[in-house]
């Protein structure tokens, strides 16, 4: 919770969590060998994903985002629209997801020009996470 708690402050703030997290927080076995979906791995998150893959391996992580891939994260990468249930829901399920991390949002800059995106995004996808993360336990 202390690490998506101070991710939500500032770009820098965040950098410094991911730095903190990746070389304090050593997974258990268990956790290695889960896999983990990290929906909104782009941008500002890039640093956990990749803080992840080097935690857990590039076989336990699955980066998704409405991008074209980034040839800077060593995982194996979806384009997703997180608004789209079925192909959220068929990456979970056709890669056997243990964990779905969702950072995908519009922010209150973007979110305040554009409300209607912001809500179909924040709400519709955050509610798609949820309800897939209830479906597929995870």
Same mark, same amino acid.
């Given at each position: 919770?202390? @690490?998506?708690?101070?991710? &939500?402050?500032?770009?820098?703030?965040?950098?410094?969590?991911?730095?903190?997290?990746?070389?304090?927080?050593?997974?258990?076995?268990?956790?290695?060998?889960?896999?983990? @979906?990290?929906?909104?791995?782009?941008?500002?998150?890039?640093?956990?994903?990749?803080?992840?893959?080097?935690? @857990?391996?590039?076989?336990?992580?699955?980066?998704?985002? @409405?991008?074209?891939?980034?040839?800077?994260?060593?995982?194996?990468?979806?384009?997703?629209?997180? &608004?789209?249930?079925?192909?959220?829901?068929?990456?979970?399920?056709?890669?056997?997801?243990?964990?779905?991390?969702?950072?995908?949002?519009?922010?209150?800059?973007?979110?305040?020009?554009?409300?209607?995106?912001?809500?179909?995004?924040?709400?519709?996808?955050? &509610?798609?996470?949820?309800?897939?993360?209830?479906?597929?336990?995870?």
């Amino acid at each position: 919770n202390t @690490l998506f708690k101070r991710a &939500t402050r500032t770009p820098r703030t965040f950098t410094t969590t991911i730095k903190m997290f990746s070389t304090t927080a050593k997974p258990q076995k268990q956790w290695a060998e889960k896999k983990v @979906l990290i929906a909104g791995a782009e941008e500002d998150c890039s640093a956990l994903t990749q803080a992840l893959i080097d935690d @857990l391996g590039a076989s336990q992580v699955i980066a998704a985002d @409405l991008v074209e891939e980034d040839s800077n994260i060593n995982c194996k990468y979806y384009k997703l629209d997180i &608004t789209d249930k079925a192909t959220y829901e068929k990456i979970v399920k056709d890669e056997e997801v243990d964990y779905i991390i969702h950072l995908a949002a519009i922010l209150s800059s973007l979110g305040e020009k554009h409300p209607a995106l912001a809500y179909d995004v924040n709400v519709t996808g955050g &509610t798609n996470a949820l309800e897939i993360a209830r479906d597929y336990n995870c």
